[in-house]
């Protein structure tokens, strides 16, 4: 087993920020040493592992087909040992007598606070890095929220409701000049009320989510009325082109389930007003 490849200037990086070359060794391998963002994400999800700071190893297959081919020669090995011989001869000549025990002991101690402090140091630097790096996360999560907040009362705004106990929704205007225009303004109520109720039920079906704008039925009971496709713009729905065909489409990550049912809401309370019929006038 052996230590695997990493790559080497991402691994001094983190090296300089603070981490443990094993801790450093192992971001890289796990994330493939693709960039030191991925490293960093990799590092803050198991901070807590118990075996984060040991080094992964991998294993190697060396196949030697000839043992005998790696052997050296008498005269080689004569002449290494005569190195080695000659190298601890000079070891020995570089020995100061002079230099007492006490000495020593105060450069060992000396080098050893120095480690202590430095390791202090680094461990401070690694935290900070890491807190920024969570701090990032926070607030890009928050800008998430509060985007995603921000349409939803933009949403209920444009469609006429308060954001608490919502009073007033936007009448449907029926065309002029027909019979039974009454009977036909509650039919296109009760049509978005279906409309909207099946999505707030059923937010992950995509059938009750997506309305072809050429349907027959759909434009004799909606669309034809003025308001009628606006009232489920503002309800979340977008139009789109598939094709040679127009669709309301209101995508999954923008149900938003409490202004469904406020819009519901206000249709069955506008149906049940007694003075109703005076929408059609």
């Known amino acids: 087993m052996v230590e695997p490849e990493v790559d080497r200037r991402l691994l001094r990086e983190l090296e300089l920020m603070g981490f443990p070359i094993n801790r450093a060794t192992r971001a890289?391998?796990?994330?493939?040493?693709?960039?030191?963002?991925?490293?960093?994400?990799?590092?803050?999800?198991?901070?807590?592992?118990?075996?984060i700071d040991q080094i992964p190893l991998v294993p190697i297959n060396i196949k030697i087909e000839d043992g005998n081919q790696f052997s050296l020669p008498e005269e080689v090995n004569l002449e290494a040992k005569k190195m080695w011989q000659n190298t601890i001869c000079n070891a020995k000549n570089f020995e100061d007598p002079k230099t007492s025990q006490t000495e020593v002991e105060k450069v060992t101690t000396g080098i050893r606070e120095a480690t202590i402090n430095d390791s202090k140091n680094t461990e401070d630097e690694r935290e900070s890095i890491l807190s920024m790096i969570r701090t990032k996360r926070e607030e890009e999560k928050r800008i998430r929220e509060k985007q995603l907040k921000d349409d939803q009362v933009e949403r209920k705004t444009k469609l006429g409701l308060p954001n608490e106990n919502p009073k007033v929704a936007q009448p449907i205007v029926p065309p002029k000049n027909e019979k039974d225009e009454n009977a036909k303004v509650k039919r296109a109520f009760q049509t978005l009320l279906r409309i909207v109720g099946n999505v707030a039920k059923n937010p992950n079906e995509d059938k009750y989510r997506r309305i072809r704008l050429s349907n027959h039925a759909f434009q004799e009971r909606v669309g034809n009325f003025k308001g009628g496709i606006e009232f489920l713009e503002l309800c979340g729905f977008e139009k789109t082109k598939e094709g040679e065909e127009l669709y309301l489409l209101l995508p999954r990550d923008k149900v938003d389930v409490q202004l469904l049912n406020s819009a519901g809401s206000e249709l069955l309370s506008a149906m049940s007003n007694p003075y109703f019929g005076l929408l059609s006038q």
């Open 28 to 51: 890289l391998y796990s994330t493939g040493s693709c960039s030191l963002e991925a490293a960093l994400d990799w590092v803050i999800e198991h901070e807590n592992d118990s075996d």
